[in-house]
């Protein structure tokens, strides 16, 4: 399959350090992908730098035309001067109906919000209601820089829970940047790991088994691996209409500490 | 209506206001207060060269804004801190500009019109200006008015949604730079940022949506002339001054309602 969004041989230099070297990246449609990697590994530069917003040294990056991305940054500072209800803010940049808007809360779980002010949501919600946002633009693809910054435990469970909903009711693709490693590696159909070039790649189960990757990140990951397993035990082909809960997070932060 | 100089005053000031309002709005989001400082202040160099090179003042100002606010946005991008930059630059411009006066000797008696302003000398040929100044720059903002609010919020939501931040940054700087033109009779080099900020800043406490505050900033500039000119009037004070003052009070009000709001 075309891939929506690809690079090729990526390299971004800061000043003299290389930040990205010679990164291959390439997201098809409707696949989840994640970019694992500890901090300063170039994860959000190489974000940036698919999108359009950081210029590559050498290589190439190249979009679908037209491609309609679906964008949550990591961070969203609203200055205090400006007021913005939640309602409007859905209105960026293109205007969308009452109808859509209050769709897009409830499938995010935030039906309602419409007249709050979004500097006065508690972090759960703000990350809800971009989302809600991305979702308007009909993405192709869904781009999230570390989406859950902030939320605890059972929150970032129940949105990554939230992103596989949307990707299997819309269809979109979505690559996202985390280092919740207990938490992503279940939501991923694959998982790049990145250290400013690709460390290894491939299904969940096979990076967190990778050497590459336990050099990176120690053994304790094993217990994402052990999470993997257990959230995907059920059957993912059945309906996801019937309230099955797929991810017991009380039960998967235990376990995730068990694992520490 | 228009013979009347206190009617061509008052025009002036609601013509102005529909500008300041929504463009004071952006300066506050943006936090480019120190920006429309610099570029007001350039304006007074802009009037040295007008009269130098016999030209339009109007067009001296636009220039010197233009190039001022182009200067700054260079500078910024190189990764200078901001109001480092802002105040080496529009320090300079203002120093350079009285220096550049004090050279023309029929200049130094006009001088603090163009400093403090004088909107009560505004002719109708200056009201034209104004009023045409200001529908252009309203028009401009309203034209652009989702990208401008997108790229404000965030710019990298901004450009994931194919939109160009370095645009919106030109359109506002070019709007800024023909506000300053414009008002630079009216209130004068010193006064027009204040003219910028405090109505919207007043705006603040009363508005939920940007949409709202732009209307509300537009309404209180218009107020702070009505009244800043009727204070001058019954005070004999300086009227550029005398708007001012009536903005400054109008923020304190908003202070207390949106106290009491909270």
Redesign the interface.
């Known amino acids: 399959m075309t891939a929506l969004i690809e690079a090729q041989g990526l390299t971004v230099r800061f000043g003299g350090a290389t930040v990205l070297d010679r990164v291959d990246i390439a997201v098809t449609p409707g696949e989840i992908v994640t970019i694992v990697g500890p901090n300063g590994s170039g994860k959000s530069t190489l974000v ?1 730098a698919l ?3 950081q210029a590559p040294a050498a290589g190439r990056v190249a979009r679908k035309p037209g491609l309609r ?3 949550v ?1 990591q961070r ?4 205090a ?5 939640v309602r ?2 859905l ?5 969308v109906s009452d109808g859509a808007a209050a769709e897009a809360l409830a499938r995010c779980g935030v039906a309602g919000l419409e007249v709050r ?1 979004m500097a006065g949501l508690s972090g759960g919600q703000f990350q809800r209601v971009l989302l809600a946002r991305a979702l308007l ?1 009909r993405p192709e693809i869904l ?1 999230l820089d570390e989406p859950t910054q902030g939320l605890d435990q059972p929150g970032t469970a129940a949105f990554y829970r939230l992103i596989e909903e949307v990707r299997a009711t819309t269809g979109a693709a979505v690559l996202m940047v985390s280092h919740d490693l207990h938490v992503v590696m279940s939501a991923s159909d694959r998982v790049i790991c990145l250290n400013g070039h690709v460390c290894c790649e491939g299904a969940p189960s096979v990076v967190s088994a990778a050497p590459e990757y336990r050099a990176l990140f120690g053994l304790g990951t094993r217990g994402a691996f052990a999470l993997y397993r257990h959230e995907h035990d059920h059957d993912h082909d059945h309906d996801h209409g019937h309230g099955h809960d797929h991810a017991h997070p009380h039960q998967l932060a235990a376990e995730a500490e068990d694992a520490r | 209506m228009l013979d009347d100089f206190l009617a061509r005053a008052a025009l002036a000031g609601i013509g102005l206001s529909l500008a300041t309002g929504p463009l004071g709005c952006f300066v506050v989001w943006r936090r480019m207060a120190y920006f429309g400082d610099a570029t007001a202040h350039a304006a007074i160099l802009g009037v040295a060269l007008a009269f130098g090179f016999g030209i339009s003042v109007y067009a001296g100002t636009l220039a010197m804004a233009l190039v001022m606010a182009v200067l700054v946005s260079r500078l910024a991008a190189r990764g200078h801190a901001m109001d480092t930059a802002l105040g080496v630059l529009a320090h300079s411009a203002l120093a350079f500009g009285l220096v550049a006066a004090s050279l023309q000797p029929g200049l130094r008696v006009d001088l603090s019109a163009y400093l403090f302003g004088d909107i009560l000398a505004v002719s109708r040929a200056d009201l034209a200006v104004v009023w045409g100044g200001a529908l252009a720059v309203a028009g401009l903002i309203a034209w652009r008015w989702q990208a401008l609010l997108t790229a404000t919020l965030n710019e990298e939501l901004a450009m994931a949604a194919g939109l160009d931040p370095r645009r919106e940054q030109v359109v506002l700087t070019l709007a800024l730079a023909v506000v300053v033109a414009v008002s630079i009779k009216i209130v004068g080099a010193l006064l027009i940022a204040s003219l910028l900020i405090i109505p919207a800043a007043a705006a603040r406490a009363g508005a939920r949506t940007p949409e709202a505050m732009a209307v509300l900033a537009a309404a209180l500039g218009m107020l702070s002339a009505l009244g800043g000119l009727g204070l001058s009037l019954g005070l004999d004070t300086p009227a550029g001054a005398s708007i001012i003052a009536v903005a400054a009070g109008l923020f304190a009000l908003s202070l207390a309602v949106g106290r009491r709001g909270a």
């Open positions: 940036r999108i359009g917003l991305i679906g964008y940054p969203l500072h609203i200055d001067g400006l007021p913005l209800t409007r803010f209105s960026l940049p293109a205007r002010q633009a781009i």
